[in-house]
């Protein structure tokens, strides 16, 4: 499966465990609760979703790579105690608690969450002084004594053999008390998170591409090629912030993440393909609705026409984030006081702070940082908070339809390109996979309209209404 159903598959597992009757007691007990292994090539986002799925369940999350591991933390260290038996005063051994147990009662008191996700990455790449308590992990929920609270369910990752000289392969008594979720790399899956997620247009724009080239590993007379998804995200942020200092990009930067020196080079190619496309079409008079050169477009390339649709996609999927960053700021600005102008302001700041401090998703975690950065301009003054909480109303307004104008230029320029063809379908279809852009926009606003008139899922629905009209 492709990491987007494995996600799911966790996500759905974990709400099954902790799922109880109506006296509170788990539905599954905890003996049937089989710990849930995901395992996979490196850099596929195995560890990432152990996050979102907890954030997403609202619930608790510890998280080690059993690689930074010793015995002792791991198990915990002996200690000697006195214990009688038949009368007789012995010395025993005892183990303290496992730092990862520990952490795991201090996430209950800390985030104040009684159930959670303990995640446990590399699982299969321990030493051989772990290796047993690994096995004991797996099979009885436990580090030596102690054992994982109620509550809080067993997830781990690991990488098989071929990618990692220190993996081992489970037996067969250890498989047959784990969920084995196996993951393969789906580019068309990861581009659909990348875009989303705000990777880069050139990275997306190579990919669509390459696709075979989001994960590559291949042993080399020099040593090992690869390209990860991991590695690809990781550069997608430095060439950003390249972009945003107006710093140069060679080859020696890119391998510096692509440890592949073909991939690398073509990369830089394409980069430099897709900056060109960008300027020759003039993205950003695409936007505002000033281009003029839609049959230029028309006539080109079949990847000049994937790096346009790229970058509206990118450009258009940041300007919504940035749009419910300012939905965020106006829901907290409702709730200052002007009254009572310093106490709302540190009130709605500590309220934020909290927030930052817990394991949340990517989205809620910019926005309250933005929240905060927002609140810490503010005057703690009555006038100073009645006109913030006007202005960001009307900032957000104004933000709302700008995108909206911005987002219907793109589609009618593609749509005076190419008519009723595959590009305005892309573009649309691309959008649709944004969590940002879909969550921004309005029921009638473009985004809906155009799905209506041109997708069929839009003409389903239009069918739909049209029956339950006549009934």
Known sequence: MNI??????????????????????????????????????????????????????????????????????????????????????????????????????????????????????????????????????????????????????????????????????????????????????????????????????????????????????????????????RAWEDLSTMLKEHDRLGLKVDVGLISQYIRSPEISAEFKRYLDFHRKYREENDVDAVLDGTADNARALASAGAEEKLSVISVLIGSLNSEAEEGLDLIRLEEVAETLDPAKPGASLSGAAAELSRTLSQNATADTVRSAAYCIAALQSVAATPEAVESFKSSTKERSAAAHAEFDRRLENSMEYLRKAFGSGQEPVSLLSGLLGCYSVVMYSRPDGPLYRYNDEMLSSGHDRRIETELEAME
């Open 4 to 229: 987007q159903e494995a996600k799911d598959f966790v996500r759905d597992a974990v709400a099954a465990y902790l799922d109880k009757d109506a006296g509170g007691n788990y539905v599954i007990p905890r003996a049937r609760q089989r710990p849930l292994v995901v395992m996979g090539a490196p850099g596929l986002g195995k560890t990432a979703i152990m996050s979102q799925v907890a954030a997403e369940l609202d619930i608790g999350y510890v998280g080690y790579a059993m690689t930074h591991h010793t015995r002792q933390s791991a198990i915990g260290l002996p200690i000697i105690e006195e214990g009688t038996f038949e009368g007789e005063t012995v010395p025993v051994t005892r183990y303290t608690m496992s730092e990862i147990i520990a952490s795991v009662y201090d996430a209950i008191e800390r985030q104040n969450r009684p159930e959670g996700i303990l995640f446990i990455d590399e699982v299969n790449c321990v030493s051989e002084t772990l290796s047993a308590a690994m096995l004991d992990l797996l099979q009885n929920k436990k580090f030596g004594p102690h054992r994982i609270p109620d509550g809080w369910i067993l997830v781990a990752a690991g990488n098989p053999p071929e990618y990692n000289a220190s993996a081992r392969e489970f037996d067969i008594a250890t498989l047959d008390r784990i969920r084995l979720i196996e993951v393969e790399p789906d580019t068309d899956v990861w581009i659909r998170y990348a875009m989303s997620a705000g990777v880069h247009d050139a990275v997306i724009y190579y990919l669509q591409v390459k696709p075979r080239n989001l994960l590559y590993i291949e042993n080399t007379p020099s040593g090992p090629a690869f390209a990860t998804p």
